[in-house]
């Protein structure tokens, strides 16, 4: 992995969450869809923070980011550890079944249950869990082979068997540079979730955050797009 982003900027962070929720919220407005969270507006924007080093998270909560997402198990224990206060916490990693009993005590959500082994441990684990733990299941929308999430076949079994109640879905649909070829992928997530009356969709990152909120996303996850540093003082101004 990459050098974790230090040296950020309250304001910009600032800035870019202003900018997303507002892009969010003109989404929301146009767009039709009956979202399965109910109320139109209330999506969440959870910052990804794979990428930023712990030292910088009072910097994130300075600029308003109030809910965050981790992808390691052992960096979202540090995390937790050093600013546990400051945020409430997802995981939305690679869920990896002997690191289950490490993420239940700290987090709201864990975005991305998609094995048995997962559920297995979940089970195991479940009195070291923080009261009101929910999961979110990862589905494989696309059917791409190697990718994780449950196929949209087996959904139903799969949730049956979850000792955990399951908030609703999430999805990770084909790399695309062009955030539209997101769009039938978000939608068919959306499907799934209503035909089985579950309310949180989480779906669309920097890339699609867009679509996806038009899509009926109640959750988007945001990384790069929230640390860009922004414009230059002295560049050109257009
Ligand atoms: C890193 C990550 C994101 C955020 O991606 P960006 O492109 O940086 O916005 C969202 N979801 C998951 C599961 C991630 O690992």
Redesign the pocket.
Known sequence: MAALISGLSTDAIRANLERVRAEIEAAVERSPVERPGGEAGAVQVLA?I??VAAAELPTLAAAGVGLV?E?RAQDLEEKVRAHGELFEWDF??QLQSRRVRLIVPHVRLI??VASESALRELERHRELARPGLRILVEVNVAGEDGKAGVAPEQLDAFIDRSPVPVAGLMT?PPLSADAEASRPWFAALRELARERGLRELSMG???DYVVAAEEGATIV?????LYDPGPVADGPSD
């Open positions: 990804a794979k990428y997402g992808n939305i990693g975005h991305s990770m990152t920097s890339q996850r945001i990384g790069t797009k």
